[in-house]
Every structure is written in C-alpha cells, then in structure tokens.
C-alpha cells in the first residue's frame, strides 16, 4: 500500500458539508435510499503543536509529539539544492547529497549500509530544487544508534574518491537509459525550453559532460558551503518528547559551525515565445508524453490559493476539467494533469499527459481547449466543489509522521510561518470566481506557451502541423532542435 | 502486481515503478526483529444476513476514516480470451450505478474531501476511499449502490469508454516503459496456460477489445454479490451508528449464487530449464531468472522473503554487493519472492553495465547461488533481513488505508484480520539453516531465463544453464 500515500481528513471551517445534490431532507423523514445521505458538520482540525527550539549554532530544531506508533521521523532541511549547482558542473548537488551515505569519517559505505539494515530504519539523502534532505525513519527502540547513524552521515561524510567515481559511472549509465523512457525525456527538454540556462531548466542530476567534470572539490565544496546550522532545520515528528529530542540534538548537533551562506542566483528564464510544438523523436512510442506549460510562479506568491484553486479545477484532482476531458470522455489517456510547482523563485505550470500515439493531435486540440476555457468564468458550483475538497482533505496530511515531517518542510523551505497552515482553510474559502478568472489569465497565456510531445516524430508531426496549433520544432531532449 | 485504476494525483502521474512498489510491500509481507512489535489492531468482525462479511476498526487519533472493500475475485478468474476483464470491471464500477449518474461518484467523493481508488491483483479486487470521518455515509452509500445496483445503468458506452482508458493504461504501465513485457512473458512461461497467474492483470489488448456488455453483466452477477465482499473501515467512527448505517445501506442487497470453485494448486517447478529472449527499445539488455515456489504463508513463505532479502535486498546483499558494488559490472539488481494466495515464484533481475554482458551475469549470479546454497547465509546477514522486514510492520498500521487493506488482507488469506503480529512472528522464527534449505529446495531447480536485448541483439540472449 505504499503508494497510498494521500489521506484525507477533514476540516474546521467548512460552511458546506454536504454532499452536492443531495436534497437536505426533513429530520427524521423516511430515509430515500435513492439519494446520497446528508452529511453532519466535518469535526474540527487540530493542528498538531509544534515546540520550536533554537540552538546556540543557528540551527532550528522543531518537534511535533505524535505517540500512536513507536516511530519517529528526523527530518533534517537543508535550504540549499540543486539551484547552486555551477554550469558545466550540473549535478553536483544531487551528487553529493548521495554521497552522504557512502562513507563517513568512522564508517565506509558499507558499514553504513549494514548499520542501516541491521538497525531496521531507513535513511535518505538528496537534493532537490531549493533544499538538501537527510531523512531518518526509525522506530524508537533504535533511537540511540540510529540518531549516532543520522549525524555522523549529516556532519561527517568523507566523500571518499572511490565512491565518488562509483556513483559518477552508475550516473552515466542511467543518463544512457534516459533514452529508453519518454516522459524523461520530455521532463528534460520541457525544463530546458522553458528556463534555459536559469537553475531550474538544467537536469537535477546533470549531463554526460558535467557528470564527468565533477570533481571531489566540487562535492565537498557544496557540502561545505551549505551544509551549516544556520542554513538547516531538523524536524522531529513521531512518539518523542520534546526535551528529550532536544538534549539528544544538542549532543549531536550543538558543535556544529555555523557560517555565513551565500545565496542562490536562480537566473533569468527566456522571454515567453509565441505557443511552438517541441517533437522529441522516439522511434516506435506507443503513447506520446505531453508537457504544456511556462514559466509558473514562486512559492512566495500572493495568488498561492487562487492559483491552488484554478490549477484543481484544471487538473489538479480525478474530477478536473483535463482528466475529465481527456480520460474519462475522451479515453486519450489513463490521466491528464496539471500543476504549479511552486519554488523558491518561479517554477514550470506544466500540463501533462502519457497519450495513445493515435490521438496526439486529437489531445492536443482538447488540452488547449482546456488551457483556454480556463480562462473564462468558471462556474458556481465546480468552484465550490473544489474549494470544499482542497478545505476537507487538507488535514489528512497530517495523519502520518512521514506526512506531518514533509508538510513542515515546505514551510522550513520557503520561510512560511505555521499559521500558514491555520489559515488554509480560509484562504482556500475566500477565492473568488472573479480570482480564478484574474490567475488564469494571467498565468495561463495560450498564446505563449511551450508544448513539448515526445514520441513517434513520423507518424506524430504531420498530423501535429496540420492542428496550426504552432510551429513545429523537432528538438533533442536538451531542447536544442535535433539535425 | 496489482494494477490501479486511477494514478492521476495533485502532483500528476505515479509512475509504473511506485505501482510496483506497492504491489510488492503487499505480497512481501516483511518483518523486523528484536525492536518493537506491531501492536495489535483491536477490530470486531462480523457477517450480515446476506453473507456481507464486515471488519470494524475504531481509531480516533485523527478525524479521518477508511473504507476498503474487498471482493474475492481477481485476474486469476478470467476465462480464456477475457485476460484483463477483471481489471476493467474495476474501471467500470467507477461509471455510476443506478442511483449515481455518471461522473458523480468522483464528484460527490470529491466535495467531500473524499479520495477514492481500486485495484486488481491475480486474487482479488479492492475498492476504497479515505476521507474526514464525516463523510463516512457518503462513501458507505455508494457503495452499496454499485454492490447493488450497478447494472441498471450499465451500457456499452460506459465499457467502450474505460475499455480505451484501461488500454492507454497498460501503454503507459507496460508497453511504453522499457522492458515493460518482460513480466507476463515470463509469467506465461512459468505457469501452464490453465494457471490462473498465467497471464498478466493488464491482459492483452485483443482480450480488452473482445470484452462485451455481456460480459460485463454476467461478471457482475456472478462475483459482484455481498456474499464475496469484505467491507473493513478503519478510522474515526463510532461502531454503533455504523453498524445501522451498513445494515441500511447493504442490508437489503441480495445474496447472489454459489461462487465458482476456485482452482485448486499444487505448485511444482517448471518441468525444464526454458530460455526466452525479448527484443524491446531499450538501451541495455538485462537478464530475468524465475522459479516457481510456494503460496503466501506456506511454511517456506517467510524464509524465501528472507533469501530474496539475503541476495539482493541492501548493499551488503550477496549479489548487489558483487555485481553492482565491488566489481561494478551491473547497474542494478533485485530480487523477490511473489506469494499470492494460490502460488508464488521468485525472481532475480539484473541489468548489466554497458560492456558487460548478460552471460557474464548469469555465470556471476549462478556462482553465487551455488554459495548460498552450498554455504548458507551468516547470521548478520540474516539478522539485517529480518530487522529491516520487521520495521514495515510498524510503518503499515500508519494510515488508517493501510490498516483497513491489511484487515481484508489476513482475513482473506489467513481468516483472521488481525494476524500481522503472527506474521511478523514467522520471521522471527526463521533460521540460517531455513534460509540454505529454502534456497537449495527452489533456487536450484528448473527456472526460466529471459534475456530482454535491444532490438536486433539477440546475439546477447542466455541460451543454456551457465555455471
């Protein structure tokens, strides 16, 4: 059941909590089996408290007491990723960040495996956009060994040379088999047509020529820059106490150095152009991969609920309008999606979808009558529909301790406050039709949007041309057009 | 494997490797040793009049419920020339039922912060939503409906329609991903073609096309009935107003006919050694060995989990530890024991490195088979199989989904819902001398070798028994 990872849950200042059609019926009325029942008042959400402690070195511990299971998630952030990477060193973020776990000042890679494997937790490092994270999983029966474990890995890696060209060859090899799948390659040429050379168009985990350029100075000197207490927070989430956590991190972290951090430049993205279609070629592709977007917005953004909002209605849920359309009238494709990804500066809205060879033309045409009608009046009734699933699940998120942690994290990434999560609801609440009109139209401009398919270019790109939807442009998976 | 009918999220698509991990964390049934036990999931099971069978699971720690409806009927109980059907009956429950218009069960689910899925495996078929605990009748309600009363409403359209979604779904799950066949060609050489895990849960697209509204109705009539269900709701309620609601809502529903005998199977490996090739659009061949094994929860179950732990399940795991860490020829390996209800088989998969070769795999795989069994495994390495297999115990009783699956899970294999302590047990018990018997009793006997080669390299397919 792994990839049941979202649960719903419900929420405290819903106005609406019944089911929509259903026809409120007398109380104590015969019960019409015919109708779907009406639902009581949703119970109120208690946000989890959270006991923020600073240490003396810059480093913010936060700890949410959750005693349901005897497990507790570590969860240390580290607000620099893959944005520091330098041209012609692309990848050394995420690179280091896996080299975390193969060698320490005490333990080798192996020793570290066999820790982690004896002891029954998981860790995991790794580099996104935006931030670094080391994640402990551990039942605390273990806690002793394994919080040993998680510091030495956070604040001694060795970076051994062995180790580095082991995981650069493992790298290379996976940089060959991004061929064999198509929504990689379309994930790589979007970002790249879309940002060009500003952070957040170049792959997280580089190219061939920059997998081979980095050296273990490089490595190092990402870890060394941005790994410090001032530039981290470690969330605890799980059945823990607060002073307890507190003693254990001092004795681990407290001799931690802190010192100034650079930060990040995330460049400049390249003008919109007029709506073109990117055909990537891949010979024989049962489906095609769809990418349709631009550039998008900052997690720091002003529209964030209005944008939450619109993006459901177009493609953020089962019943939004793109998976509606696509899938469940169409049958073009098992889903249609869209998103904001929402960074530390604007990030991609992307539109997507894995299509029948057969229907790519026929997909596209409906994807930008979606990208288009979005941008009139959406009606009353799917806006209030929205509005009451984003209010009512959002606090199933914070069922698990795994869910509590990464919720936190998006708040420690992006400087937001806990309040962010009381006013969630409202803010959800308070979105407009006329918001949603005003954030559609300025964020989705069909006329300047990037559409990148990747597949079969000889049966695909007749049939694209001849939609007149935009130039087409047959690119490489690095956006550049192809000989 | 079991197959979704929907992977659309907020973010976009899961991918078909997520799929595969879930399918796995299912069939694997892992355990942990020497740290904390699962606690025990207090639960109250009971059957209605028309053989509706009901686990009730309290747990207040947060406002939110689970509902996960189990029928006993899976891909194994496709008749020929229908693989797939019971996967796309899945997708057609979804397309409303007598007293829910088309789309509006998503819809009505949806305005109440309520999510919804399914899935199919070989053995059975699961419903389920999880939602604020207010929204419980909701879901209960719909239901019934579809228990009840899907065909009132069912037409060719509503087939035709997810017929084609069901296809682009084994596109992107299977034909569309690199060395995506690779599983149901062995599946078919593994099992006779009478087998129900012969064939895929996907099925093939002629089969898709060939199912019919009749079918669909029969299928229906046949295993859509209270008397093969398990309705487990986990979460945030009170029993008692439950417990009316059910009977309310599914009481009435009619028990449905005697059930299909279900096949009877004596597991036995592959008669003879069998060498497949596969050509496929893929950059890098790689090699698959499978044998068969045991059902779940036969006594040898736990201790070949253990051994697919042993071989390739963490770096120090024989075969990642040579092949992908000292020597650096492959660039992954795994392996897994898949014990469904009825058998089970094990498999090793590993993707060589460009310049290597799959013969070379084959001969360092098969070297350290022979190590395995004629050696045994140490008792850190056992003890690294059963800790890390233990801690999932804990980490499946999270979710209130997870806990209401894991219900119907026991209930359906073992008959009782609560049985992941004495699961998590049987690992605890196994031995290194298990391990060394288990791995001589199945991994030295007959399997099938698939080699997938990029197109026109059959040169590199595994032709013989290499030692």
Known sequence: MAALAAVAGCSQAASVASAPGAAAPAPNAGIDLTQPPTLGAPKPLTLPAVVTRDLPNGLRLMVVEQHELPLADFLLVVKSGAETDEAGKLGTATLASSLLKEGTTTRNSLQIADQEAFLGVDIFAGSGWDATTIQLHTPTAQLDSALALFADIALRPAFPTAELERLRKNRLTSLLQVKDRGPEMANRAYAAIVFGSAAYGRPLTGDEASTNAIQQTDVRRFYDTYFRPNNATLLVV?????DDVERRVRALFGGWDQRPVPAATYGQPPAPKPTTIYVVDKPGAAQSSFRIGSVGVPRSTADYFPLTVTNTVLGGSFTSRLNQNLRETKG????????????????????????????????????????????????RDELEKTKRYLQLQFPGRFETTGGIAGQLAQLVTYDLPFSFYNSYTQGIGAVTQADVQRVARRYIDAEHLAIVIVGDRKSIEPALKATGIGDVVVVDITGRPAM | MSTHRSSTTAQGTVSSACRLAAAVLLIAAPSYARAQSAPAIPFEKYTLPNGLEVILHEDHSVPVVAVNTWYKVGSGDETAGRTGFAHLFEHIMFMGSENVPVGRFDQWLEAAGANNNGSTNGDRTNYYEWMPSNALPLALWLDA?????????????????????????????????????????ILAALYPASHPYAHSTIGSMTDLSAASLEDVKNFFRTYYAPNNATLSIAGDFQRDSVKKLIELYFGGIPRGPALPPRPQITSQP???????????????????????????????????????????????????????????VAQDVSAFHNSQRLDGGFQIVVTPKPGHTPVEMAKLVNEELQKLIADGVTERELARAQNTTRAQFLDRLASDLGKADQLNYYNYFVGTPDYARQDAARYDKVTAADLKRVAAAYLAKPRVTLTVVPEGKRDLMVTGVIQ
């Open chain 2, 270 to 328: 592959v008669p003879r050694d069998t060498f497949l090739v596969l050509e496929d659009k893929v950059q890098l061949p790689r090699l698959y060995y499978a044998w068969r094994t045991v059902k779940a929860f036969a006594p040898d179950d736990g201790p070949l989990d253990l051994v697919a732990y042993v071989l390739a399940g963490d770096k120090n795991s024989r075969l990642y530890k040579r092949l992908v860490y000292d020597m650096q």
């Open chain 1, 332 to 379: 073009y494709t098992y889903g249609a999606s869209s998103g904001f990804a929402m960074r530390r500066a604007a990030g991609p809205f992307t539109a997507s979808a894995e299509v029948v060879a057969a229907k790519t033309d026929s997909a596209l045409i409906e994807f930008m009558k979606e990208l288009r009608a979005i941008r009139d009046t959406v009606a």
């Open chain 1, 238 to 242: 799980g059945d823990v106490r607060p």
């Open chain 2, 145 to 185: 409906d579809r228990m009840g009363r899907l065909l009132p409403t069912m037409d060719l359209p509503k087939l035709d329609l997810q017929r084609d979604v069901v296809k682009n779904e084994r596109r992107q799950s299977y034909d569309n991903v690199p060395y995506g066949r690779a599983y149901e060609t």
